[in-house]
T-cell receptor, first 116, second 114 residues
Framework: GNSVTQMEGPVTLSEEAFLTINCTYT??????LFWYVQYPGEGLQLLLK?????DKGSNKGFEATYRKETTSFHLEKGSVQVSDSAVYFC???????????????FGQGTILTVHP | GAGVSQSPRYKVTKRGQDVALRCDPI?????LYWYRQALGQGPEFLTY????????KSGLPNDRFSAERPEGSISTLTIQRTEQRDSAMYRC????????????FGPGTRLTVT
């Protein structure tokens, strides 16, 4: 079956530091890949997505590149801010026979804390 | 516009009681999903609807769990004879028709079974 593995947290950084959160996946077909973010006290929000190999998703200074050869979708940001403190979830959604199918498989989440 | 809403936001119930959790998706969204999230874990898929049809219920853990979406809009997840292991955050998401993969999540219902 499908699975997503994220790097263990929590991750603690100083403001303006470089961020990487690793994510690798296992899937039998051609998944789309996502990063979701959950800010304190809020629901899950889509941060970025990539639907095919070599696509780069980007939003709010965050980037992730769909690497089929390494089955990875690592999240990066060049300079984090205190407001980026949140829980980050990597997820995949697999199409079956070319039909869109949005069932998401999530990683366990990585807690990021950014200090001033 | 209004996002996905869920009610109640918090529910405390005694073991053996039945509970019903409600999800009101974004207006016009065709697909509706239910997930369960244990503390410190990512959400796990429970079930999914397109309009009123339940397309996949493979994630429901046992027959105490059921879901419906009778008019293709609001959905109810029902847990019968609750057990302590049912305690979790229950999340609902909706998405529009077509090939969009983006799911919009509600705030969740925190269920505690005592």
């Amino acid at each position: 079956g499908n699975s997503v593995t994220q790097m263990e947290g929590p991750v603690t950084l100083s403001e303006e530091a470089f961020l990487t959160i690793n994510c690798t996946y296992t899937a039998t077909g051609y998944p789309s890949l996502f990063w979701y973010v959950q800010y304190p006290g809020e629901g899950l929000q889509l941060l970025l997505k990539a639907t095919k190999a070599d696509d780069k998703g980007s939003n709010k200074g965050f980037e992730a590149t769909y690497r089929k050869e390494t089955t990875s979708f690592h999240l990066e940001k060049g300079s984090v801010q205190v407001s980026d403190s949140a829980v980050y979830f990597c997820a995949l959604s697999e199409r079956a026979g070319g039909t869109s199918y949005g069932k998401l498989t999530f990683g366990q989440g990585t807690i990021l804390t950014v200090h001033p | 516009g209004a996002g996905v809403s869920q009610s109640p936001r918090y529910k405390v119930t005694k073991r053996g009681q039945d509970v019903a959790l409600r999800c009101d998706p974004i207006s016009g969204h065709v697909s509706l999903y239910w997930y369960r999230q244990a503390l410190g874990q990512g959400p796990e898929f429970l079930t999914y609807f397109n309009y009123e049809a339940q397309q996949d219920k493979s994630g429901l853990p046992n027959d105490r769990f059921s879901a419906e979406r009778p008019e293709g809009s609001i959905s109810t997840l029902t847990i019968q004879r609750t057990e302590q292991r049912d305690s979790a955050m229950y999340r609902c998401a909706s998405s529009p028709a077509g090939t969009s993969y983006e799911q919009y999540f509600g705030p969740g219902t925190r269920l505690t079974v005592t």
